[in-house]
């Protein structure tokens, strides 16, 4: 598990780089000079749409969510 897939060991990218693990949010929060918690509000924030927004699609023009 990662932080990006939501449970079990933050700091596991299973492989994939692509995967967001606690260490990368702890640089981020570095690199800002916030705390970790405030990477990851600003991260949540970043994806929090109103309802009747077009939602955001990945580069395979999956939906967001
Ligand atoms: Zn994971």
């Known amino acids: ?17 692509d995967s967001i693990t606690a260490v990368k949010i702890e ?4 690199a800002a000079r916030i705390s970790p918690q405030q990477v990851a509000q600003n991260i949540s924030a970043a994806y929090d749409h109103a309802p009747t927004e077009t939602p955001m699609t990945w580069p395979t023009g999956n939906p967001v969510r």
Do not use: I, K
């Open 27 to 30: 640089l981020a929060a570095v």
């Open 1 to 17: 598990m990662c932080v990006s897939c939501g449970n079990g060991n933050p700091d596991d990218d299973h492989g994939n780089p």
